[in-house]
């Protein structure tokens, strides 16, 4: 069992940063993939960025095309907390933001095992 808690949202101006973490519970964290989702107001869940287990995939990431150059995912595993830093942001990137963890690959899809409350990002123009 993997509990997540997110934490660093807020409200920015467009252009402005910000950078998101995602605290895990558990001792096993280095063997969990890692995703970043977001939702806005009336629309579905939609990956955002991903982390592999560096011990079997190298810690090879993946990003959508919307947030690919701006946002970076990293992670610390000593620390059992991955990161999110966003760049450049835009007011289209206004929305919750969930992490989440999966054993294996990481895949951009919500298969994902286990999820976190949420934190708000609000960009403003």
């Known amino acids: 069992q993997v509990q997540l808690v997110e934490s660093g949202g807020g409200l920015v101006q467009a252009g402005g940063s910000l950078r998101l973490s995602c605290a895990a519970s558990?001792?096993?964290?280095?063997?969990?993939?890692m995703g970043w989702f977001r939702q806005a107001p009336g629309k579905e869940r939609e990956f955002i960025a991903a982390?592999?287990?560096?011990?079997?995939?190298?810690?090879?990431?993946t990003y959508s095309d919307s947030v690919k150059g701006r946002f970076t995912i990293s992670r610390d595993n000593a620390k059992n907390t991955v990161y999110l830093q966003m760049n450049s942001l835009k007011p289209e990137d206004t929305g919750v933001y969930y992490c989440?963890?999966?054993?294996?690959?990481?895949?951009?899809?919500?298969?994902?095992?286990?999820w976190g409350q949420g934190t708000q990002v609000t960009v403003s123009s």
């Open positions: 989440a963890a999966r054993t294996g690959v990481y895949v951009t899809s919500r298969q994902y095992d286990y």
């Open positions: 558990g001792r096993t964290f280095s063997s969990y993939a």
């Open positions: 982390h592999s287990i560096v011990s079997m995939y190298g810690g090879s990431t």
